[in-house]
T-cell receptor, first 117, second 118 residues
Framework: GEDVEQSLFLSVREGDSSVINCTYT??????LYWYKQEPGAGLQLLTY?????DMKQDQRLTVLLNKKDKHLSLRIADTQTGDSAIYFC?????????????????FGSGTQLTVLP | GAVVSQHPSWVICKSGTSVKIECRSL??????MFWYRQFPKQSLMLMAT?????????EQGVEKDKFLINHASLTLSTLTVTSAHPEDSSFYIC??????????????FGNGTRLTVT
């Protein structure tokens, strides 16, 4: 079955870069996602990457994908206190149902990012 | 952008009662919605896949008679926690995909419902 692993905690100083790592096991994953969850709230999509890409950059966010090692990372440049949250990586499993295709996500455990002033 | 509205956001109920949680896609149609459960400081666990007009598909270990799912329309899925017990206290989150979205498009998540059973 699929398994997605992340380290549980990361602390950085405001203004530094944060790098959150994730490993996954399902080699058939086609898309990988990063979600942010603030306390008591739902999930906010940050970015996602297709498996044939090595890198994707979106403003302060950079996603790196090493498909050979099944390793995904999220780099946040110039980390701010508002970036403090739990960050989940997730891989997809597409499957067919009668009305078309559907998508499940398998989530990692989440990384608690704490930004220190 | 696509919005998923989940209601209520927080509910406290007495043990033995039932609680219904609604998940609505506000500006898109979703043939499939997913229900997740999240324990404190833990990841999201997929409970079931809700398919419009048909029975939900439950993950292993999830009691279908305990967690009733109804996906009666393309914009609404409901999760009913029946005869709730304190161990059912958790954060429940739904997600949906716009059926028009191309492959790979991310799911849209509701803001979650915090259930506390006393």
């Amino acid at each position: 079955g699929e398994d997605v692993e992340q380290s549980l905690f990361l602390s950085v100083r405001e203004g530094d870069s944060s790098v959150i790592n994730c490993t996954y096991t399902d080699s058939s994953s086609t898309y990988l996602y990063w979600y942010k969850q603030e306390p008591g709230a739902g999930l906010q999509l940050l970015t996602y990457i297709f498996s044939n890409m090595d890198m994707k950059q979106d403003q302060r966010l950079t996603v790196l994908l090493n498909k050979k090692d099944k390793h995904l990372s999220l780099r946040i440049a110039d980390t701010q206190t508002g970036d403090s949250a739990i960050y989940f990586c997730a891989e997809t499993l597409d499957f067919l149902i009668s009305s078309g295709s559907a998508r499940q996500l398998t989530f990692g455990s989440g990384t608690q990012l704490t930004v220190l002033p | 952008g696509a919005v998923v509205s989940q209601h209520p956001s927080w509910v406290i109920c007495k043990s033995g009662t039932s609680v219904k949680i609604e998940c609505r896609s506000l500006d898109f149609q979703a043939t499939t919605m997913f229900w997740y459960r999240q324990f404190p400081k833990q990841s999201l666990m997929l409970m079931a896949t809700s398919n419009e007009g048909s029975k939900a598909t439950y993950e292993q270990g999830v009691e279908k008679d305990k967690f009733l799912i109804n996906h009666a329309s393309l914009t609404l899925s409901t999760l009913t926690v029946t005869s709730a017990h304190p161990e059912d206290s958790s954060f429940y989150i739904c997600s949906a995909r716009d059926f028009r979205d191309p492959a790979g498009s991310p799911l849209h998540f509701g803001n979650g419902t915090r259930l506390t059973v006393t």
